[in-house]
Structure formats: C-alpha cells, structure tokens
C-alpha cells in the first residue's frame, strides 16, 4: 500500500510540473536589449572652406541653435554683397520702367524683361545667402558632442563628416524577441529594462515592432521607449528588456 501512494504522489507530481512548466517559460522573458538616442546626427561640411574656429569639444554639451562650427565665409560674402548690389540696381531699373509704362512709352516686352530680370537678381540675392549661412553650424537641438574630426584652421570638402552629436534626453532601447512571442508583442505593453552600466531597472513601454521576421533567427525587432527621463543612461547603453 505504501508503494502505491508513492507511485500516485510521484504520478502527481510528475503531471502538475508538466501543466506548470509552460506557464514560467512565458510567465517572463529577458531579452539583450541596447540603449539608443531618437536624435542623434553626423554633422558634414555642406561648402568647401577653411574652418574658422570649432565652437565645441568632445564631450561638451550644447543648446539648440548654439554655433557649434564655423567656417571663413569672405568669398560667400562677397558673393552676396555683390547679388544685393545688383538687385539695388535691377529694382531702380524697374521702377523707371513701370513709370515709362504709365506713359505708354514702355513695351509689355520690357515690362516683361525688367520683371523677369528683378526676380532673377532676388533669386540670386537668396542663393548667395543661403551660401552663407552655410559657413555657420547650428545645433539643431539640445545635447552633447561625441566625436570631431576637424580643427580650427583646416580646410574641409563638401560632405566631410565634422561633428557627430547625440541627444541623451530621449532615449529609445531596442531588442530582438522570439517569432513565437508575436502575439504577446503590442504597442503599449510595458517592460522593465535593466541595465548594465548603472545596475538599475527601468520602466520602459513598447512602440513599435518592424513587421518583419528573419528568417533565420526567427527573430522580430522591437522598439521601445523610456517612460521618463533618466541622466544617466547615455546612448549606447545595454542589457536586458524583461518582459512579463
């Protein structure tokens, strides 16, 4: 009689383990997860030019529309001088000849001339200005420099990479979870995200998941993001995205 109560605990046991051991395998998933910042950008030379002076350093933070770089612009503004100077005299010459037209002694033709002339000398004036607010780096938000390539002094190409920036205030984590959770994998689901560097968790939220499955990982990615602003997790950061 022993024997068999055994044998029926140990069958007992045996099934409830069986019915259980589902549940913890998806009670919780931990998945590597890494830190990234929404803003983040390699600032390039859009002119040839000689660096004039780099306003920011490695490391350094910034506001937006701080002049992070800027570039000699005399040609640029000598270009644009000389544009002005002919719209000045292209707006005169119009002007005499709209009076002339009063007179019925202009030609629609040189009415139509003189207009189409005062619009070319603007459209010059505004190229010649967007030329030289080129020589001038502007940040376009608030954050920090991560790496520089040039120096005061130098001359730089069109499309040489300068600066690359990062803004550490919005932060996004990333991670790779399993085609079988799919179904558990929605905008809005909330995660802990634990991260290495500091050895602390965070409340983090679902965004987005990119509608597509490798075919050889059988993985999906999905995008989260931090529900609160947090100093110091930096871009770059990793660990693990729990989710319940």
């Known amino acids: 009689m022993t024997i068999s109560v055994r044998r029926v605990n140990s069958w007992i046991i045996s099934v409830s383990t069986f019915f259980l051991l589902p549940t913890c395998v998806y009670s919780q998933e931990s998945l590597t997860a890494i830190v990234k910042a929404s803003n983040t950008a390699v600032l390039s030379a859009q002119i040839d030019g000689l660096i004039e002076n780099v306003h920011v350093q490695e490391g350094q933070s910034f506001s937006a529309n701080d002049v992070l770089l800027t570039l000699d612009c005399s040609v640029q503004k000598t270009a644009l001088k000389k544009s002005k100077a002919q719209l000045s005299f292209v707006s005169k010459e119009h002007e005499t000849v709209k009076q002339l037209a009063e007179l019925n002694s202009a030609s629609q033709l040189q009415i139509a001339q003189?207009?189409?002339e005062l619009s070319k000398a603007r459209s010059d004036v505004d190229a010649a200005a967007h030329q030289v607010s080129l020589c001038t780096v502007i940040a376009?938000?608030?954050?920090?420099?991560?790496?520089?390539?040039?120096?005061?002094?130098?001359?730089?190409?069109?499309?040489?990479?300068?600066?690359?920036i990062v803004d550490n205030r919005e932060l996004a984590t990333e991670f790779l979870a399993p085609s079988y959770m799919l179904s558990r994998l929605q905008s809005g689901v909330t995660f802990d995200l634990n991260i290495t560097e500091t050895n602390k968790s965070y409340p983090a939220v679902i965004d987005r998941i990119i509608p597509r499955v490798d075919a050889v990982s059988q993985t999906v990615k999905v995008i989260?993001?931090?529900t609160s602003t947090y100093p110091e997790l930096w871009s770059g950061m990793s660990g693990v995205a729990v989710l319940k």
């Open 224 to 226: 989260g993001r931090l």
């Open 114 to 116: 003189s207009k189409a």
């Open 140 to 164: 376009p938000y608030d954050g920090n420099v991560i790496q520089t390539w040039v120096n005061a002094h130098e001359n730089v190409q069109a499309k040489s990479k300068m600066l690359e």
